[in-house]
Structures are given as C-alpha cells and as structure tokens.
C-alpha cells in the first residue's frame, strides 16, 4: 500500500482540486484509492463537515474518515503534544487505507491563522510513511520566485533530491495556452524539474469558467440581503465590474456571466442591467452597495427582468468596501457545488502525468513503520490483548499515574501490589483519578497463599516455608509468583528497583524460554522517520559468539511481535574483512551460528554502524549485503557499546526510546529505568501486553501443528 501527501507551496494552489483529479486518474488505472485530510480548515462560511471530504464523498463517492478539529489540533500543539496529534493521523490514515492500493492524503495550506501548516506537513508525511508531491501555482509570483517556493517547500521533506519527493504538479498555469514554454520557462530557473529524481506530475492551465463561483456563493460569503434570489443556484460569477460609468458607457461590458456591482440608488444602472437582461444577456446578477436600497417602484419596473432569472442581491458596505470584499472572496469549490467538481475533477485528471505514479504504486513496498505508527501500533494491539499486568512497585507515583492511563485507556488491566490507603494517599497528593476497575492488592493479604507453591518450585534448592516468606516480603517476588502461576499475564518492574532486582526473580521462578539459555533486552528508538532495534543495551556485559547470536534472533523475535520488518545487523568497529580481533571474530563467529539457526532471517554482519544504517555507504562497503545500508535490528557486540550507543542516539538525536523490554524469559518481565517518565511505563505496560499476547499465540500454534 502506498500513500501519496500532497503538500500545497502557497496560498491558493488549487489543492483539494488537485486531490480530486489525482485520484480520478488513478482510479481510471485500476487502482483502489483512499483519500484522507488529517486536519479538517473549514472556511468561516462552511457548516458540518469538512469540505474537502465532502467534495470527494460526493464527486466521486469514496468515503473517508473525519478529519481531527483544527481547534482540538492547535490545542495539542498548544500543550505540546505532537505525538498524541501525530498517533490520531495515524489512526485515521489506517481506516483510510483499508482495503486501498493507495492513499491519497491533503495536506495542510498554509493561511494567516496557521503560520505551522509546513512544519505540520513534514511531520505527518513522516508519520505516514508518504510520498510526497508538491502543489504550486503561480499566483503573483514570477518564475524565478515561483521555483524558489517549490524549492524551499522541497526542502522541509528532505530536499527535490529525496526518494521521497516525487516531484510537483503545476496548478493554475497562466501562459496565455501555451503551457510547454512556461514550463520550459521555469526548468531555466529549477533544473531539476522533470528529472528523474524531480518528476514534473502534470501542468494545469488556469481556466477561469472552472474557477467561477455560483452567484449564490457570492451572496453567502459576503452576507448579502437576497433581493431577488432568481438563479443564483446556477449562475456563475466570471467577472464583475464597478459600475460607475454612465449607462451608453458601460453597456458593452453587460456580458454573460458578468457580476454588476452598482450603488443601491443608480436607478439608471438598475434599469440598463434589467435592460440586458430581458435581452437575454445572462448576467451573474446584480449587486447593490451602500445602506439604501433601490426604489420600489424601480424594481416594480424590473419585474420581468427580475422573474427571466436575474439576481439582485444587496450589502450594506460602500462600493470601495464591496470591491475589496468581493477581491478577497475564496475561489474554492464549495461543499454542495458538484457541478463544478465534477468539471474540476476531470479537467485536471486530462492534464496529469499519473504513468510514473502508476509505476510506483504498483511496485510492492516495505512500510517503514514511523514513531507514531508505532506508538499507535502497540496502544491498539495491547487494547485488542486485554492482559492483566502486575505492577510490584504499586505506591509508586508515577507508576500509579501510569496504571491509571493504561486502565482508562484500556491498554491493559493493572494490578498495583500496594496497600489501597497508600495508593489512595498517593493519588490524593499527586491529582490523579484512580479509574474504576484499577485492581490493587494489599500484599501481606495475599502472600500466604504463594508459600507453599514457591516452595515447591524451589524444593530442588531446599527452600524452606520461612525462606518463602521472607522472600515473598518482597513485592517483586510476590508478583513474579502471580505469573509464574498465570494469574496475571506479565510483569513490569524497575521505577525504584534495579535491573537484577527485578531478573533475579524471573530466573528463579519464571525460567527461559524453550530454545534460549539467556535473557537479553532491546530498546526501541523512535527516531524521526523510522524505528529501530537494538540489543542487548541493558542486560548482558560480554556475551559470547553464541549468546550473542541468541540475541540476534531473540531481539529479530522481539522485532516481529512489534511490527517492525527484521533486517539484523551484527555490528563492529570492522564491516567484513577489513579489519581484525578477538571482537571482530566473536561477531563473525556469531553472524555464523544465528545465519544456521536462522536462515531464513536477513542477518549480516560484521557492519560497522554507518555501513548497517545509511544506504549510501552500505553500498559502498558492503555492496553484497541484504542488510547493510537498510538495517532495522542493530545488534552490538558488549554491554558498553551497546549502553553508550543507545544513550547517545537518544540525547542527541531527539529521539525516544522505549524499553528495554526483557526477552528470553518464558513469560514477559519487564525493566524500568529508574528515571522512567510516566509515558515510559504506560508503553513498558502495552509492550509487555503484546509480548504476552504474542506468547500465547506461539503457544496455541505449536499446540495445533502437535494436534495436526
């Protein structure tokens, strides 16, 4: 599935039109397409939905989902939460693209109340993992002006250089017809147009008849007094004129589809526009200006004129007002005009170029799956697992809040190991609303009965019903009982406990996983445009060429269960064999074992770190590899590089990590780091639901290939 962001460069591009012609021509092409508009701009004359999605509902009947409120988007913006902005897109974007080849998503135009409109546009080109195809017109500009706004706007996705920017449509073109020369014109001024890495998508002349609003499009946004309303609903305002001339000067300009804007008191005005029109001139209408209205004896006079169809609408400003108002009107298509619509969309489908599109949305593509897709990915799936999560660390304050989001939002049902007033003292001190249904459980209420149990999974080390106990004392201990007899479904733990605190007893109680001999972790950096892998940064100081392939493919599993395409990288300060060592050997030794173990599995390795992340020079240093250059999964050799790598890219880069999130373990325990923010525990929470979800799945295919 593909999705296409059309990106406006200025004001008045033409762009929902553009939307409507682009998916007209695909269409045409076979192809089944979505359409979305992430965040609704209604026009001050628009009431219910949002016009852009109105216009395409009914043009060409393909339904989309609402776009997110502009109030409630600023308001985000406002407080600072792009992230929950940017994972609601996603949302909608994921119902839009249901069942589609390709998706065709409206970007935001730029008006004076929405000066963030471009940076609101990277972002969500981003988030969707979109193409984008820039939309300008002309406008005032010349062509040297006009290329340098394509430019600019090319450079907030990356640059006309990026695989990612397509290339531009040019809208409204003003070339007196011939639309090759300005084109020809403006490649002078940006050489690239055209070019295989800057596509020209198509060059639309402006027609004035397609930009014509009806009459009555003109009444409402002006909130004009309809005198006679005649056929406003089917006339079209082509050209308007200030009438200030004597009548014998002015009749030539008495045309069809003409606006005739007058004082209310030029009797003689009024009469020659009646005049015309019983001739059958079909004029826009007629437009009377200043606070007194035409004599009633005029309009009687007028009568017939008025009753062939001619418009006569009234506005209390000046004419020097009205002509200002009128100047400034939005030439958009209204909501309810499908005529014009209809004529728009095909118009502009005939002067598209969609042969280079065509190609690339029918070439199979791998998602890139983008930090908010990912955040929205996991909330939905833990939603959808439903699993009991046990929380030792229960009169903790931010694990408190934590739990009490997760159970709002129903990411998961947590269990606090706490005494209730404790919590409930917290709760009071901090502000938060503990939720209905949030479980806590005084622990010396319930330790006796995981006495004898722990005892007799430890009775091979001769543990005593008093050692149980005093073990038990501990909440950690006592919730890794809980899931070690499937009471609940996993475990997270760390806020105030270290990381052996809370293995330490997974080990003991919980075991490893069949085919694994140790626990390992991963990080998932949520960097801009993508998300990555990586391990082990948190659990294991040196593992050997074995342990470390086992990790390989514990954190290629981990990858998989999150929705993230494994490609693994076994990484080194050497890529191949250009350099030597006992550490270069492990990680060649450990590429080995995990490529035999896993051979289905894209795994390469050594790669230095640029060699596995940036395309370029993978192909240079490791032309052969699969992985290089395109690596999701980043497996480093120790513990040290490991740590520093992934604090380094998550300071440095602006980049959110989530986890670690233990793997290895037979059921999901999860660590914190003692500085975790709220956010981190509630997704710690949802990734340790899908772990168990995924889990259990594992388990009841394994069971129906034994009963097959």
Do not use: W
Request: charge should be negative; hydrophobic fraction near 45%; aromatic fraction near 4%.
């Amino acid at each position: 599935m593909h999705t296409l962001f059309l990106a406006p460069t200025g004001f008045g591009g033409g762009l929902n039109s553009i939307s409507l012609g682009l998916i007209r021509v695909l269409e045409q092409a076979g192809l089944k397409v979505g359409f979305l508009k992430p965040i609704a701009q209604p026009f001050p004359v628009d009431q219910g939905r949002e016009r852009s999605c109105l216009l395409v509902e009914r043009t060409l009947n393909l339904a989309s989902p609402e776009p997110l409120p502009l109030a409630q988007v600023e308001r985000q913006l406002a407080d600072g939460e792009l992230d929950l902005l940017l994972e609601e897109v996603v949302s909608r974007h994921q119902q839009a693209a249901a069942g589609k080849d390709v998706v065709i998503v409206e970007g935001m135009v730029p008006t004076r109340d929405s000066d963030y409109a471009a940076r609101i546009n990277t972002q969500l080109a981003k988030s969707l993992d979109a193409d984008v195809i820039l939309v300008a017109a002309q406008g005032s500009d010349n062509l040297k002006q006009m290329a340098e706004r394509i430019e600019i706007q090319a450079q907030m996705f990356g640059g006309a250089k990026d695989a990612k920017v397509l290339g531009t449509i040019l809208n409204k073109i003003q070339s007196e017809g011939d639309v090759p020369a300005f084109v020809d014109s403006l490649k002078q001024q940006l050489p690239l147009l055209g070019s295989e890495a800057f596509q020209l998508l198509g060059a639309v002349p402006f027609n004035a008849e397609l930009n014509a609003l009806r009459t009555r499009d003109v009444a409402e946004a002006l909130g004009a007094r309809v005198l006679s309303a005649g056929e406003a609903d089917q006339r079209r305002v082509e050209k308007i004129i200030l009438a200030a001339r004597t009548v014998p000067n002015m009749t030539h300009l008495l045309q069809p589809g003409v606006l005739v804007v007058t004082p209310g008191d030029r009797d003689d005005i009024i009469l020659a526009t009646s005049l015309a029109a019983l001739n059958g001139v079909k004029l826009a209408g007629l437009l009377l200006t200043g606070d007194f209205g035409p004599d009633q004896r005029i309009l009687d006079l007028c009568k017939a004129a008025l009753d062939s169809g001619l418009p006569v609408m009234s506005v209390p400003t000046g004419s020097f007002d009205t002509a200002s108002n009128l100047a400034g009107l939005n030439k958009e298509t209204p909501a309810d005009d499908i005529e014009r619509a209809s004529r728009v969309t095909d118009y502009i489908a005939q002067h598209l170029r969609p042969e280079f599109l065509l190609d690339r949305c029918n070439l199979p593509r791998e998602l890139r799956m983008s930090p908010a897709a990912f955040r929205y990915q996991l909330v939905k799936r833990a939603q959808d697992a439903d699993k009991r999560i046990v929380l030792p660390e229960g009169n903790e304050p931010r694990t408190i809040r934590a739990a009490a989001i997760c159970q709002e939002r129903g990411i998961a049902r947590c269990v606090l190991l706490a005494k209730p007033k404790e919590v409930e003292a917290v709760a009071r001190e901090q502000g938060i609303t503990l939720p209905a249904g949030l479980e806590i459980l005084d622990p010396a209420s319930i330790t006796e009965r995981y006495v004898e149990p722990m005892c007799e999974m430890r009775k091979a080390k001769g543990l005593t019903a008093e050692q149980a106990r005093e073990q038990l004392a501990d909440t950690v201990v006592l919730g890794t009982m809980m899931l070690a007899l499937d009471e609940v479904d996993g475990l997270v733990s760390g806020a105030v406990h270290t990381t052996a605190n809370t293995i330490r007893p997974a080990l003991q109680l919980i075991k490893t996983a069949p085919g694994y001999n140790l626990v390992s972790s991963v990080f998932f950096m949520l960097l801009p445009d993508q998300v990555l892998v990586y391990g082990d940064c948190a659990v294991n100081p040196n593992p050997s060429a074995t342990e470390l392939a086992e990790i390989a493919l514990q954190s290629a599993e981990s990858a998989v269960a999150l929705g993230v395409n494994p490609r693994v990288a076994m990484i080194s300060y050497s890529t191949g064999s250009s350099g030597s060592g006992a550490e270069v050997e492990k990680v060649i030794e450990a590429t080995r074992i995990a490529q035999e173990r896993a051979p289905q599995l894209p795994i390469d390795g050594p790669l230095q770190y640029d060699a596995a992340s940036v395309l370029s020079v993978g192909k240079q240093k490791a032309p052969h590899s699969k992985v290089a250059g395109q690596a999701t999964v980043f497996v480093f050799p120790d513990l040290n590089t490991g740590n520093t790598t992934y604090k380094a890219v998550q300071r440095n880069a602006n980049c959110i990590s989530v986890g670690p999130m233990l793997q290895g373990l037979a059921k999901p325990v999860n660590d914190l780091s003692r500085g975790a923010l709220v956010d981190d525990i509630v997704f710690t929470i949802a990734l340790t639901a899908l772990q168990a979800a995924s889990q259990a799945a594992q388990k009841a295919a394994k069971g129906e290939l034994i009963e097959a």
